[in-house]
């Protein structure tokens, strides 16, 4: 189990590393610095956030975290969708793997919460 958890982990201080380079990728306009805000904060937040788990005070606070970097995901999900529709950046199909992966973390978040709140009751 706890090999999982470092795996965890070192997936989503890459994700936010991956979030970072689109992020400066993004034109200095009105809609980038927008978007390059709001993205920056959701898809780096998953990471700390985790951390944040291995250090919750019950299972209700453990679940809770799991919740924020769940929601985090998906909020970044929405702005790299948004990115690759408009495009923002020069060479939007380069985000299909990031979308794959982000698809990836939501679903081991998702699993993550019912498992807990299964060992909750």
Do not use: C
């Not at 956030?49 to 985090?72: C, M, W, Y």
């Amino acid at each position: 189990m706890t090999k999982q958890t470092y795996d965890l982990e070192g997936r989503l201080l890459a994700f936010s590393v991956r979030i970072i380079k689109i992020v400066e990728q993004l034109p200095n306009t009105r809609t980038g610095n927008h978007v390059a805000g709001q993205m920056l904060k959701s898809g780096t937040s998953p990471y700390p956030n985790h951390g944040e788990t291995q250090a919750a005070e019950s299972p209700k606070d453990f679940v809770h975290k799991l919740r924020i970097s769940l929601k985090e995901l998906r909020e970044t999900q929405r702005w790299l969708k948004l990115i690759q529709k408009v495009p923002l950046i020069k060479k939007p199909e380069l985000l299909n793997d990031l979308l794959d992966e982000t698809e990836e973390l939501i679903k081991i978040f998702v699993t993550s919460i019912k498992t807990a709140e299964k060992k909750k009751k």
